[in-house]
């Protein structure tokens, strides 16, 4: 099973953004360590972006089976189908989203802590600094 943990934040939420993925195998391999950034966006946007970079590297090499893990509660459940997507700007990512579960198959989303999803925060951190802010 390839497991993808993703995050994203904004320092200032809007501010400049960026995300993290961080893809593993079921030995713990590191497959892929993914990051950009955004420019000025809120951390919810951040959030879909590296879940949505995680589903596309997914896409991409032909993943047929994938776990998902995010310390965004919110995403999670939308993505579980338990929570509306009520603001309209994460429509279009949360849509974009949805068509790329339905290229993997079989995507389980599983809410983690934040200590558990150290790797995806430090890469979105990384995309954060590609927008010139450094501070924390």
Known sequence: MITAYFDGGARGNPGPAGWGAYVVDDKGEVLAELHGALGRA????????????????????GVPSLLVRGDSQLLIEQMRG?????NEGLLPLYKQACLLVMHIGHVRFEH?????????????????????STAR
């Open 82 to 86: 338990n929570y509306r997507v009520k």
């Open 42 to 61: 809120t951390n919810n946007v951040a959030e879909y972006h590296g879940l949505i970079a995680a589903l596309q590297w997914a896409v991409d090499h």
């Open 112 to 132: 983690v802590r934040r200590e558990q999803n150290k790797e995806a925060d430090r890469l979105s951190n990384i995309g954060m600094d590609l927008n010139g």
